[in-house]
């Protein structure tokens, strides 16, 4: 799991290649529950890497070379999506609905 302050590093670029390297200098929250009881979980990292150089999926690495994170969005914001996340919604995405389990 990431940490504040952790040294990340980000390959990007329009015309040509370009790598960044900067900190996680903050996260961004969801919470998510029903009724009383919710839980807030981690989706992703603002960093302080120059923004100009980040296209929407760039990757974000730690300094073991793990992806942590991808630039999602085509903004100018900072923020990237933590990998853990994209790889909980494309199971959600890939798996048949019901609708397809009944009509077979």
């Known amino acids: ?19 960044g390297v900067g900190r996680a200098v903050s996260f961004e929250m969801k919470e998510s529950g029903t009724g009383t009881s919710s839980i807030k979980f981690l989706v992703g990292i603002n960093t302080d890497i120059s923004q100009k150089d980040f296209v929407s999926g760039s990757p974000l690495f730690n300094l073991d070379g793990n992806l942590v994170a991808l630039k ?18 494309i199971i959600i995405l890939s798996e048949p609905s019901k609708l397809e389990k009944t009509a077979n």
């Not at 590093?9 to 015309?15: A, E, Q, T």
């Not at 999602?72 to 919604?89: A, G, H, W």
């Open 1 to 19: 799991e990431p940490k504040l302050g952790q040294t990340l590093i980000s390959i990007g670029g329009v015309s040509e290649n370009a790598v």
């Open 72 to 89: 999602t969005t085509p903004d100018v914001s900072k923020l990237f999506t933590l990998v853990e996340i994209l790889r909980k919604e």
